[in-house]
């Protein structure tokens, strides 16, 4: 793979003569050599897993026999987090044949191996002989509603995106209040543990669905929240006071709507990065091509295309966006960000290609 040398001696320095041992508490172990793999939680693990798997994606990527979903000419195949690959192909039989190909002969050689009885399909548009073709065929487990991926469910439609993920995660908050209810917990320990263990799963949702979520459920379990740092009994201090941070006199208990709307918001951001940095921005703004999204929070409503958005996360995004703007002061009128490009009040910039 052609690594720099310098690469290859730091990585053979690091790993010369290689020994660990284990730890039992009141007694110790001699030292013993590693043959194989790393010493157990060294950052150069992960590192080392990435170059190896990239190959693997880029030959998936580049392969023609490989066919993903192609919008405005650009194609999406594959998504990879660590270990978790995500793959998003069209002709399916042609394109498995060709995937399992590769990664057998990518087995062979790096000794990495798909676990079949995590590997899910969830076909789209297949009638059902082509679902049972693709069983006999493939051996992968074949899912009906939604799959698993880094934590979340992707359904087969984005409308159920909602009600896969954030209802479940709900109720198990819920169960949980209950249970650490009936400990001696004093109510500044107990907004810790909405700060601690509630608020990053909370997040992690908030921040990997594009999705609305509906008011009310979170409204409901805020005031579940407020019910159990209080412990079911009246409110001593306002709402208002608790949320605030510390430095200004609160205890910086989470406001649900507020993250909800930075994590989506944070996105809104992203969609300003260059291309081939976040490949989902790529997608969102080969969906609405000649249009850039980039310019349509700065344009005024009725200047920006009225036919509809035909890619919900970006609309769900536009509407956040619009919902904000104006009561946070987030835009100027008019903004130093109006566009030139594609902008109806400037009609040179409606043919880039004179402009």
Not at 114 to 125: E, M, T, Y
Not at 133 to 155: D, Q
Not at 249 to 267: D, E, H, M, R
């Amino acid at each position: 793979m052609s690594f720099p040398p310098d690469f290859c001696s730091a990585v053979r320095a690091l790993y010369c003569n290689p020994r660990a041992d284990v730890v039992i508490p009141g007694s110790g172990t001699s030292t013993f050599p590693i043959y194989n793999g790393t010493r157990q939680g060294c950052p150069l693990s992960p590192l080392l897993f990435a170059l190896t798997l990239e190959p693997l994606l880029t030959h998936i990527r580049s392969s023609p026999d490989i066919q993903g979903i192609t919008v405005q000419g650009e194609s999406f195949k594959v998504s990879a987090y660590a270990d978790d690959v995500l793959l998003t192909l069209t002709s399916p039989e042609s394109s498995l044949t060709a995937t399992t190909a590769l990664l057998s002969r990518f087995s062979n050689v790096s000794g990495y191996k798909v676990n079949l009885d995590k590997s899910i399909i969830l076909p789209f548009h297949l009638s059902r002989t082509g679902i049972q073709n693709l069983i006999a065929r493939f051996g992968f487990k074949i899912a009906s509603t939604s799959i698993p991926y880094l934590g979340i469910h992707l359904p087969s439609k984005y409308k159920d995106l909602y009600k896969v993920n954030y209802p479940p995660l709900y109720a198990k908050l819920r169960r949980e209040m209950e249970v650490w209810n009936r400990e001696c917990i004093s109510w500044i320990g107990r907004v810790h543990c909405v700060k601690m263990n509630l608020l990053p799963r909370l997040l992690y949702l908030f921040q990997a669905l594009p999705s609305p979520v509906d008011p009310s459920d979170l409204r409901f379990l805020q005031s579940n929240i407020d019910a159990f740092v209080w412990r079911g009994g009246r409110r001593r201090v306002a709402r208002s006071t608790l949320y605030r941070p510390r430095e200004l006199g609160g205890l910086g208990l989470p406001n649900l709507q507020w993250y909800f709307q930075a994590a989506q918001l944070s996105q809104v951001v992203a969609l300003h990065s260059p291309p081939n940095i976040h490949r989902w921005v790529d997608f969102e703004s080969a969906c609405v091509f000649p249009e850039d999204p980039r310019y349509w929070m700065w344009l005024p409503k009725r200047l920006r295309p009225q036919e509809p958005v035909p890619c919900p996360p970006l609309s769900h995004s536009m509407a956040l966006w619009d919902s904000l703007a104006s009561s946070k002061k987030l835009r100027q009128v008019p903004s130093s960000m109006l566009p030139l490009w594609r902008n109806p009040q400037f009609p040179p910039g409606q043919e880039p290609e004179q402009f």
